[in-house]
Structure formats: C-alpha cells, structure tokens
Nanobody, 122 residues
C-alpha cells in the first residue's frame, strides 16, 4: 500500500498559476513512476501527465502541454504539478497516482491520492 497525499489546490483566476504537491512518505519513492490525472464534473477521469522513476522523462496530455510541468524530488518523496496559464476548462479534481510500471493515458497506476480541487474562474 502506498499512501499519497495531495495538496495545493484552490481557486485561481484564469491566466494564473498553482502548484500541486503529492507526498508519498515511508516508501521507496524512486521505485514508482508518478502521474497526475484529473476529473471534471460529469466527465471521465483523464490523464494529465507523468514522470519516470528518476525524473528524466515527462509526458503530458496535449491539452496541458506547454502550460503544465511535472517534477519530482526523490529525497523529499514528493511529486509536483506546476500549472501555469490556467483556463476555466482546467477546473477539476486533480489526483496523484503511483505505479511501479510506467503511467500513461491508458494506465493510471495502482495507487491513488484523495484528490485536490482546482477551480479556475473566468
């Protein structure tokens, strides 16, 4: 079992920025590929992006590419999602996920956080 705890969500105006954090304490964090998904009201959960075990490669959904950046600190056992140029359509609950295998749009990981709400006002 991997416990993931997200933080950093909130209300922001369009064009603004937020940084989400996800901590996975007490585990060998570097064993896990980490990813972010989001779910808007009435919609299915969708892939946002992922970062490999060492942090040398990142992947993003087309809808966030160029605006969002994923990074990780294996010493602090934390993964980050920096979100810039936010749009109202980015409004969703954002979930952190972890897996020993590569996370992608078709593979969401075995472990999930509780989610953090991001609301972007127009």
């Amino acid at each position: 079992q991997v416990d993931l705890v997200e933080s950093g969500g909130g209300l922001v105006q369009a064009g603004g920025s937020l940084r989400l954090s996800c901590v996975a304490p007490g585990r060998t964090f570097s064993r896990y590929c980490m990813g972010w998904f989001r779910q808007a009201p009435g919609k299915e959960r969708e892939f946002v992006g992922a970062i490999t075990w060492s942090g040398d490669t990142t992947y993003y959904a087309d809808s966030v590419k160029g605006r969002f950046t994923i990074s990780r600190d294996n010493v602090k056992e934390t993964v980050y999602l920096q979100m810039n140029s936010l749009k109202p359509e980015d409004t969703a609950v954002y979930y952190c996920t972890a897996d020993e295998e590569l996370i992608s749009s078709s593979h969401g990981g075995d472990y999930w956080g509780q989610g953090t709400q991001v609301t972007v006002s127009s």
